[in-house]
Nanobody, 122 residues
Framework: QVQLVESGGGLAQPGGSLTLSCAAT????????WGWYRQAPGLQRELVAS???????HYIASVKGRFTISRDNAKNTVYLQMSSLKPEDTGVYHC?????????WGHGISYWGQGTHVAVSS
């Protein structure tokens, strides 16, 4: 059984910072790729940032230069450092991992975290 557990959301003022964490627990061998998705009210879920197994990263244009995604393979954890926050960054942030487990024969299986709320408001 694998779970992705997020933490670090909350309320921030415009221009402020928050750091999100997501840890994979259970029968995890490794995480191939990680992603952070955001779902704003009334909008579809979108990929905000991702980090691959080779540490290559991808960001949507609206967060480039403000958000940083990083991973700690020893802890099976991914982080999203968010700075210069804007009201449009408000939403529920979900982490996603392609998780190789003890029973997946080397194949990554898609798992989602439960989501953590981020609200940016003065």
């Amino acid at each position: 059984q694998v779970q992705l557990v997020e933490s670090g959301g909350g309320l921030a003022q415009p221009g402020g910072s928050l750091t999100l964490s997501c840890a994979a627990t259970g029968n995890v061998v490794k995480i191939d790729d990680w992603g952070w998705y955001r779902q704003a009210p009334g909008l579809q879920r979108e990929l905000v940032a991702s980090v691959a197994s080779d540490d290559s990263t991808h960001y949507i244009a609206s967060v480039k230069g403000r958000f940083t995604i990083s991973r700690d393979n020893a802890k099976n954890t991914v982080y999203l450092q968010m700075s210069s926050l804007k009201p449009e960054d408000t939403g529920v942030y979900h982490c996603h991992g392609m998780v190789v487990t003890t029973t997946s024969w080397g194949h990554g299986i898609s798992y989602w975290g439960q989501g953590t709320h981020v609200a940016v408001s003065s």
